[in-house]
């Protein structure tokens, strides 16, 4: 008799197991479902953000230390680094302009009021302290800072600072990279080869090697090479790379008067972005693979397109695929 009943018994534990674990599931993927549909629905004002310059710093060692960090990377934290040796020799303010107060240049104007915030790239709620390891292990392929360094807590304060008149959960235009409309064709990185020649390589070099400077760092970064950001970074999404050019480059240009047309800023920028540079493990990026952004360049994807397309375009039939709105941010 007890043989008998056994296994039922034991089908029913197990029946018991799964279900809770279904229930588990289904339940975490309604939390991420929700912070994602937080994340897409933060305010965005629409008056340009333009951050304070450097002779308005206050009288604060911290606010200034955390300045001087991200104005010049190199000479504190870089190759030749005077506190650590952690990054690649480019400066935060390579890809965040004017120490991160230029409309429209990558800024940092958001930052303080909209962390802590959901990232669709890492599934989770990250702290300013963790986006900015992430810049410093993609853009700087470097390594991250522990948040108890006297560093981080000065990048820390200089942000704070800088966003101290943004109301929390507000995103002001401007302080995001312009996204431009996407083309009717695939970018050419034979195109922008040409553009790269005429308007790039007098600052960034024929070989997109940068302009050295003291320190191990660089005056003009490297676009690609093993100083260069990596393919886990922001700037090699081609629509983050596209719109930072147009608005931005070449150097001094800005988003009022730009001099590029957005074609040949997504050209130049698939060009950039076909070059060699270094490698980072992504494997834990994007799990919601549905939430991936269209211009993402490894898969695997929610839709029957090829990594190719997800690199270089053509981007309308991807983003007209899926029925949720895609993050472009």
């Known amino acids: 008799m007890k043989q008998h009943w056994f296994p039922v018994l034991l089908f029913f534990i197990i029946g018991i197991v799964v279900t809770h674990d279904c229930i588990k599931g289904y339940y975490r993927q309604q939390e991420a479902d929700q912070a994602f549909a937080a994340y897409q629905a933060r305010t965005v004002v629409h008056a340009p953000w333009q951050g304070p310059g450097a002779d308005q710093l206050p009288n604060d060692s911290l606010v200034r230390y955390g300045y001087a960090l991200v104005v010049n990377t190199a000479y504190y934290l870089g190759p030749q680094g005077k506190v650590a040796h952690l990054n690649n020799g480019m400066n935060c303010q390579h890809c965040h302009l004017q120490g991160g107060t230029l409309p429209f240049g990558n800024n940092f104007g958001k930052v303080y009021a909209t962390y802590p915030q959901y990232r669709p790239r890492n599934n989770a709620l990250q702290t300013i302290y963790d986006r900015v390891n992430d810049c410093l292990e993609r853009s700087l392929n470097g390594q991250p800072l522990d948040s108890s360094t006297h560093e981080m807590k000065a990048i820390y304060a200089y942000l704070q600072w800088l966003g101290r008149d943004v109301p929390k959960g507000v995103a ?15 970018a050419n990185p034979e195109a922008g080869k040409q553009i790269y020649a005429a308007t790039c390589q007098r600052c960034h070099g024929d070989n997109g090697q940068g302009q050295a400077g003291a320190y191990g760092g660089f005056v003009y970064p490297p676009l690609w090479g093993p100083h260069s950001y990596n393919d886990g970074a922001g700037m090699y999404r081609l629509g983050t790379l596209a719109g930072f ?19 040949a800023a997504w050209d130049v920028a698939a060009f950039i972005n076909s070059q060699p540079r270094p490698h980072k493990d992504q494997h834990t990026d994007w799990e919601q693979v549905a939430q991936k952004p269209v211009d993402y360049p490894f898969g695997p994807y929610a839709d029957p397109y090829t990594e190719q397309q997800h690199k270089y375009g053509p981007f309308k039939p991807i983003q007209l695929f899926s029925p949720i709105k895609h993050n472009r941010s």
Do not use: I
């Open 172 to 186: 002001l235009e401007g302080t995001s990279m312009m996204k431009l409309d996407y083309l009717d064709r695939a």
């Open 245 to 263: 050019v147009r608005n931005n480059m070449p150097y001094g240009v800005n988003y009022q008067h730009p001099q590029l047309s957005e074609a």
